[in-house]
């Protein structure tokens, strides 16, 4: 049985797509990866993708950037409720682990039950295709 389902977002019908739990995780649970061609380097400015998943490797300094949209994955419709279209109630509770440098997988922050809409944090410069 799959562990998350994509269907239309929480946040309103202007997000589109949403990620969901199929089943109920606990903080720091693996939820799915976040797949897709792996490159060196940060994305090229003006990259015409709103899947590319830019990061940090915290041992070696160095940046890797993966576009979805190379290997289409349910991660990638994951949403930030923290972003600039906010629903009351509705907050962030995943997070893009990337200790594994070549394989960015999302994980829970806190509990997270089934049917629940699963979100995570952009941050300022993780998506590079966004504005």
């Known amino acids: 049985m799959p562990s998350v389902a994509v269907r239309v977002s929480g946040l309103g019908q202007n997000v589109?797509?949403?990620?969901?739990?199929?089943?109920d995780f606990e903080p720091g649970?693996?939820?799915?990866p976040y797949r897709g061609l792996v490159r060196r380097?940060?994305?090229?400015?003006?990259?015409?993708?709103?899947?590319?998943?830019?990061w940090r490797d915290e041992t070696?300094?160095?940046?890797?950037?993966?576009?979805?949209?190379?290997?289409?994955?349910?991660a990638m419709y994951c949403n930030d409720a923290e972003g600039p279209i906010r629903v009351a109630g509705l907050e962030n509770?995943?997070?893009?682990?990337?200790?594994?440098?070549?394989?960015?997988?999302?994980?829970?922050?806190?509990?997270i039950c089934a049917r629940d809409e699963i979100?995570?944090?952009y941050g300022t410069d993780s998506w590079c295709g966004r504005d």
């Open 16 to 23: 589109g797509l949403g990620l969901y739990a199929a089943r």
């Open 29 to 32: 649970e693996y939820i799915a």
């Open 41 to 54: 380097g940060a994305c090229p400015e003006g990259y015409p993708s709103d899947y590319v998943f830019e």
């Open 60 to 74: 070696t300094g160095e940046t890797f950037h993966s576009d979805a949209l190379d290997d289409p994955c349910p």
């Open 93 to 111: 509770n995943a997070y893009f682990d990337t200790t594994e440098r070549l394989r960015p997988c999302l994980r829970a922050i806190s509990p």
């Open 119 to 121: 979100f995570v944090g």
